[in-house]
């Protein structure tokens, strides 16, 4: 069975950091994209942060919105098969519940899309203070 475990939430005041980890389980690694996405009460689910690896071209494409782009980085340890979301100089925008998410070998354009993610984990919650 697919799995996400999804961590390392919590509540830190703007300017701050936190470090996301998703360990991911169940199937083959480098088939994936792993992606990183949040949800603000009364707001839709949007793509933060996703990762296409393919260990056998040695190509990684990565995707960020903009608003997170320069703050966050998303990186792999494929040997652990867990993703990160390293979050610097957090705002109170960031505030979310936010999950992560495989799917299957997702082209670029794709990356973004939570609909193209068939396994999700539970929410960790990040709660950036004023």
């Known amino acids: 069975d697919v799995q996400l475990q999804a961590s390392g939430g919590g509540l830190v005041q703007a300017g701050g950091s936190l470090r996301l980890s998703c360990a991911a389980s169940g199937f083959r690694w480098d088939d994936y994209s792993i992606g990183w996405f949040r949800q603000a009460p009364e707001k839709e689910r949007e793509g933060v942060s996703c990762?296409?690896?393919?260990?056998?071209?040695?190509?990684?494409?990565?995707y960020y919105r903009d608003s997170v782009k320069g703050r966050f980085t998303i990186s792999s340890d494929n040997a652990k098969n867990t993703v990160y979301l390293q979050m610097n100089s957090l705002k109170p925008e960031d505030t979310a519940v936010y999950y992560c998410?495989?799917?299957?070998?997702?082209?670029?354009?794709?990356?973004?899309?939570?609909?193209?993610?068939?396994?999700w984990g539970q929410g960790t919650q990040v709660t950036v203070s004023s």
């Open positions: 998410a495989a799917g299957f070998n997702l082209i670029l354009s794709s990356l973004s899309n939570p609909v193209h993610y068939a396994y």
């Open positions: 990762i296409n690896l393919n260990d056998r071209r040695g190509d990684v494409t990565s």
